[in-house]
């Protein structure tokens, strides 16, 4: 019996790796359970994650690969001679051996290839002719499908047949006998019945299933919405070719979760761990959002410009101008992240656009009011009233315009087809900042009199 | 058999409800699983949502029921008579129940508890009795457990006895005769098994537990990385007193998630659905960090006023600040998005601080340089050479100093025992503009010779 929470004893393992002590460091693996191991493989330097992983006994082994990322597998491998590195491809799922060859180079998935037998080799095959990013990716071809003409017994006598090689037993797809799925069954109720009992007496007919090219991702989140553990996947004349698991589900959500906060920051998702990835990919994720905002926020040059005169009769106006494009640009984030956010977890869809836009004036209105008395105040205090009107008046205009934008601009994306996670708070910042400044000098003309 | 993808068929619905078509509503439901009418409930206003929650069957209510946000069950549960409000609070998991009453006003939680049996009652009563956010919330009590003593056979029956009522029967936890957990073992490794086998040969040991006083997030995220379908929670004695099912467990990944999200573009979390939460609850948890940064960017405007002089003699270093403010908070923002997400995935921990510091050190630069060419080339064209490289010098350095600081601020909250997601894109960014704004005079200075 162990417990949770492990965060303490990794300098043991660090300060055994250093000594070179195989026998602590054997101690210390046989303490902790796989995804630990794994996690610490992750962490360590290659040469230390190779010796720590041939440390490992044949199944403890297994079980800590099955845990790690395709980048570190394939780490790993490489670092195994021949007859490891077999046994350690043949026993993978078959939809983790295919994420695995859909990122190696293709030397190395020759080398995977090669030494798989024909049946394993068949089903990778198979779901790598799946388009990326699809559930057929994603499944394992292994489902334990049953017949709804037999009984119970029957049933549970083909699971304890078919189900020790199979990704999960709990969810099982009913089948015709062309394989065409009727619905499915749990293994709690196949437990929970009479063994006489018909098996059709416990279908699911309403069950959720999903063709192999529906997307990934959505498969995921329906699961997640319908709490299901399994989720059958058919072909185009619904017969049953897979079956989504919930482990797998729950990877493919955070996977897009992360992708989605990186987005949301302006940075492409990075392919692998923070810490191990290296310094030129973290650079290049960042890189080509940086880039672009600075060209975009280029507008704002070109504004200020517009105005130099006013700012060269007033130099007081450029005091507020971090302040104000600030303000104006986190009221915009605040709202297009609320709205990237509630359309990922299917709270809005394409078609609240005006809904959303009526909601996000009104909020941007109160927030816009609330700042604008305490930007006034500030405003009064530092350099007089008449600025301090500018400031304030801006405020508010600037709040309702930034909220209502930042909140549509991922609701037309997300019509238009386009990720709506790409529409990051610094694009939507960048935006208001040009247009924050013209309502800015457009009142400061108008109240100063010029 | 049904498959996913429902976005079409909402305005049919939206149509009956005005027309007020009852037996067209109730053809419209038949067809559609109970995560479906959950979501249109949600959706729909009250009196709208209590008709479409009446015209359900009991079985089917039941199950729309518990797909439902404590918020919305609560809105249906007021809108039933007495008999029908009590079965369906006595037939809810007590671990849904306990979070409607944690969040009902007391008036509805004494309705709630005088309806309920004695077991029920007392059930839920325990879990109320953990604080919040931790396992004990969340846990079913209804866990199996079964012994190591007798054989598989024995087991299943127990099972299928004691199995109808509970949560999950997929992980069995293995006791003691004090109740005491000795390990877990998993349906599928029970009906895998040979009927004689005794239990005690199929329990994982090593199997992971948590206290019912636990972080429930960090539980989630344990049973996520482990993959586990079940997670057993046990009291200080290592008795066995719930189980964490893996639906609760994403469950609490999900809202941990949007929560980050939120607290990232400095909103707090939203409790509620985004479309039915009221404009004022939507204001309220942006105005606190909104007001907040606009408080400390008055630093900003301090800094401005420190160089007026430099900026009244070069109005054209004005042009350039929101675009230099941009880019520094866009590089501060990526940063600390990075870093918080890869806090809360498990990839980074706080002692991992200087190691994130050098790394984003590196990449600063490496992405300031990069902008510092574009940057210059844009000034260079505006306004001229040595404003042009004023730009380029402090852009490098103000990228450099964004990445770092962005970093290392969630990991420094972290230590503190502050959530990390507090540290949001728009607080470094505020901060990252005032020393931006003294770099880049500063500079100016240096190059323009003041």
């Given at each position: 019996?162990?417990?949770?929470?492990?965060?303490?004893?990794?300098?043991?393992?660090?300060?055994?790796?250093?000594?070179?002590?195989?026998?602590?460091?054997?101690?210390?693996?046989?303490?902790?359970?796989?995804?630990?191991?794994?996690?610490?493989?992750?962490?360590?330097?290659?040469?230390?994650?190779?010796?720590?992983?041939?440390?490992?006994?044949?199944?403890?082994?297994?079980?800590?690969?099955?845990?790690?990322?395709?980048?570190?597998?394939?780490?790993?491998?490489?670092?195994?001679?021949?007859?490891?590195?077999?046994?350690?491809?043949?026993?993978?799922?078959?939809?983790?051996?295919?994420?695995?060859?859909?990122?190696?180079?293709?030397?190395?998935?020759?080398?995977?290839?090669?030494?798989?037998?024909?049946?394993?080799?068949?089903?990778?095959?198979?779901?790598?002719?799946?388009?990326?990013?699809?559930?057929?990716?994603?499944?394992?071809?292994?489902?334990?499908?049953?017949?709804?003409?037999?009984?119970?017994?029957?049933?549970?006598?083909?699971?304890?047949?078919?189900?020790?090689?199979?990704?999960?037993?709990?969810?099982?797809?009913?089948?015709?006998?062309?394989?065409?799925?009727?619905?499915?069954?749990?293994?709690?109720?196949?437990?929970?019945?009479?063994?006489?009992?018909?098996?059709?007496?416990?279908?699911?007919?309403?069950?959720?299933?999903?063709?192999?090219?529906?997307?990934?991702?959505?498969?995921?989140?329906?699961?997640?919405?319908?709490?299901?553990?399994?989720?059958?996947?058919?072909?185009?004349?619904?017969?049953?070719?897979?079956?989504?698991?919930?482990?797998?589900?729950?990877?493919?959500?955070?996977?897009?979760?992360?992708?989605?906060?990186?987005?949301?920051?302006?940075?492409?998702?990075?392919?692998?761990?923070?810490?191990?990835?290296?310094?030129?990919?973290?650079?290049?994720?960042?890189?080509?959002?940086?880039?672009?905002?600075?060209?975009?926020?280029?507008?704002?040059?070109?504004?200020?410009?517009?105005?130099?005169?006013?700012?060269?009769?007033?130099?007081?106006?450029?005091?507020?101008?971090?302040?104000?494009?600030?303000?104006?640009?986190?009221?915009?984030?605040?709202?297009?992240?609320?709205?990237?956010?509630?359309?990922?977890?299917?709270?809005?869809?394409?078609?609240?656009?005006?809904?959303?836009?009526?909601?996000?004036?009104?909020?941007?209105?109160?927030?816009?009011?609330?700042?604008?008395?305490?930007?006034?105040?500030?405003?009064?205090?530092?350099?007089?009233?008449?600025?301090?009107?500018?400031?304030?008046?801006?405020?508010?205009?600037?709040?309702?315009?930034?909220?209502?934008?930042?909140?549509?601009m991922p609701l037309v994306a997300k019509r238009l087809r386009i990720d709506p996670a790409v529409i990051s708070a610094p694009l939507v910042t960048t935006l208001v900042d040009a247009t924050g400044l013209i309502i800015y000098f457009l009142v400061a003309q108008a109240v100063l009199q010029f």
């Amino acid at each position: 019996m162990t417990t949770g929470g492990y965060d303490t004893d990794h300098e043991e393992l660090t300060e055994l790796l250093e000594r070179n002590d195989l026998a602590g460091i054997q101690r210390w693996i046989a303490d902790y359970p796989p995804h630990v191991i794994a996690d610490e493989i992750t962490r360590a330097e290659q040469v230390a994650a190779i010796m720590l992983f041939r440390l490992l006994d044949k199944d403890r082994a297994l079980e800590v690969f099955e845990e790690l990322d395709p980048t570190e597998q394939q780490k790993i491998l490489s670092g195994q001679r021949d007859h490891a590195f077999h046994e350690l491809v043949e026993a993978m799922d078959p939809d983790d051996r295919a994420r695995l060859l859909g990122e190696a180079p293709a030397k190395f998935a020759r080398r995977v290839l090669a030494g798989l037998s024909q049946q394993e080799r068949e089903m990778t095959a198979a779901l790598l002719g799946y388009p990326q990013g699809s559930v057929g990716r994603h499944m394992s071809p292994k489902a334990v499908p049953v017949r709804a003409t037999g009984t119970v017994t029957q049933a549970l006598r083909r699971i304890r047949l078919k189900g020790s090689d199979a990704e999960t037993v709990y969810t099982l797809p009913v089948v015709d006998e062309e394989r065409r799925l009727i619905g499915t069954a749990t293994l709690r109720s196949l437990v929970l019945a009479d063994p006489d009992q018909p098996v059709a007496d416990l279908v699911d007919r309403q069950a959720l299933s999903v063709p192999a090219t529906a997307d990934a991702e959505e498969a995921a989140r329906l699961m997640q919405e319908a709490n299901l553990l399994g989720l059958p996947v058919v072909d185009s004349e619904d017969r049953l070719v897979g079956i989504l698991t919930i482990d797998d589900a729950i990877e493919l959500i955070e996977t897009a979760d992360t992708e989605d906060v990186a987005r949301l920051a302006g940075a492409s998702p990075l392919t692998g761990h923070y810490l191990t990835a290296s310094v030129f990919q973290v650079a290049r994720s960042r890189a080509v959002w940086l880039l672009l905002l600075l060209v975009a926020a280029t507008l704002s040059v070109n504004v200020m410009q517009l105005f130099e005169d006013t700012l060269a009769k007033v130099t007081a106006l450029a005091l507020f101008i971090p302040l104000l494009v600030g303000a104006g640009g986190n009221a915009g984030a605040q709202a297009a992240t609320s709205a990237v956010r509630a359309i990922a977890v299917g709270e809005v869809r394409a078609r609240d656009v005006l809904r959303v836009a009526w909601r996000e004036l009104r909020v941007g209105l109160n927030l816009g009011l609330m700042l604008s008395v305490v930007a006034f105040s500030i405003g009064a205090i530092l350099v007089g009233w008449s600025i301090a009107a500018v400031l304030g008046i801006s405020l508010v205009a600037i709040c309702a315009w930034a909220a209502v934008v930042g909140a549509v601009m991922p609701l037309v994306a997300k019509r238009l087809r386009i990720d709506p996670a790409v529409i990051s708070a610094p694009l939507v910042t960048t935006l208001v900042d040009a247009t924050g400044l013209i309502i800015y000098f457009l009142v400061a003309q108008a109240v100063l009199q010029f």
